[in-house]
């Protein structure tokens, strides 16, 4: 058997309930056995604002 694919996948939504990550967690699921799917939370990371 070959080694299996491995992805690193992130919602861009940090909404609790989100769709987005909802569908993520699914494919995670639902994924051939060939294939691995880690799903990176964004939420610890701070956001970005820019001085004027």
Not at 20 to 46: G, W
């Amino acid at each position: 058997m070959s080694e299996p694919i491995h992805v690193l996948a992130f919602s861009g939504s940090l909404r609790k309930n989100s769709y987005n990550t909802a569908l993520l967690h699914l494919a995670r699921e639902l994924k051939p056995a060939d294939l691995e799917i880690e799903i990176f939370d964004l939420a610890p990371i701070p956001l970005y604002k820019q001085r004027p």
